[in-house]
């Protein structure tokens, strides 16, 4: 199986903030990644699809970057409503597999 | 657009079998080559994948749960179903249904989630 790292685990920042998480595939997965925004109670929504592709209707202060092993979600200018836990996803082989999630908390 | 919604028991007894069944709606499960699958949530965890299918044929398990889990589909009705057999607390979780497109890769679509719990 491969195996997602991500971190930091959680992170603090404020509003108008850049924030960077990254993951770690143990193996190479080309660009077969996704990037998850969870809300407390709700259906993880999908970001960002093939490592960089912003899915339609996600306001572009997101991004993704990263082939093979090392990815990186940003988000330009962090919003209220930004504040999540966030998960990445590998899509080169199954088992598919998930990272361990990043909380994104107010400072 | 397409919605999905899970239906189910919410307790299941330890060593009984889970049932769930996800409902589509605004597309067709037998249309757009689209794959379908499986994904749950332990309380304050993390994402597990469970299985994946294309409703004519390929499915895919987690070789973790591959022994206990079993998918289908019913297109007269438009909803797919989720078996678990010999349950325990472990499995307790939010279950998700979800469409993955055509690649069976990523997650475009989930439903709202249903909480299972396991206990007698």
């Known amino acids: 199986d491969i195996q997602m790292t991500q971190s930091p685990s959680s992170v603090s920042a404020s509003v108008g903030d850049r924030v960077t998480i990254t993951c770690r595939a143990s193996?190479?997965?080309?660009?077969?990644l996704a990037w998850y925004q969870q809300k407390a109670g709700k259906a993880p929504k999908l970001l960002i699809y093939?490592?960089?592709s912003l899915q339609s209707g996600v306001p572009s202060r997101f991004s993704g970057s990263g082939s093979g092993t090392d990815f990186t979600l940003t988000i330009s200018s962090l919003q209220p409503e930004d504040f999540a836990t966030y998960y990445c996803?590998?899509?080169?082989?199954?088992?598919?597999?998930f990272g361990g999630g990043t909380k994104v908390e107010i400072k | 657009q397409l919605h999905l919604q899970e239906s189910g028991p919410g307790l299941v007894k330890p060593s009984e079998t889970l049932s769930l069944t996800c409902t589509v709606s605004?597309?067709?499960?037998?249309?757009?080559?689209?794959?379908w699958g499986w994904i749950r949530q332990p309380p304050g965890k993390g994402l597990e994948w469970i299985g994946s299918?294309?409703?004519?044929?390929?499915?895919y398990y987690n070789p973790s749960l591959k022994s206990r889990v079993t998918m289908s589909v019913d297109t007269s009705k438009n909803q797919f179903s989720l078996k678990m057999s010999s349950v325990t607390a472990a499995d307790t979780a939010v279950y998700y249904c979800?469409?993955?497109?055509?690649?069976?890769?990523?997650?475009?679509?989930w439903g709202q989630g249903i909480l299972v719990t396991i206990s007698s």
């Open positions: 605004g597309g067709s499960i037998s249309s757009n080559n689209f794959y």
């Open positions: 996803q590998q899509a080169n082989s199954f088992p598919l597999t």
């Open positions: 093939t490592a960089s």
């Open positions: 299918f294309y409703y004519s044929g390929n499915t």
């Open positions: 193996q190479g997965i080309s660009s077969w």
């Open positions: 979800a469409n993955q497109g055509s690649a069976a890769a990523f997650f475009d679509y």
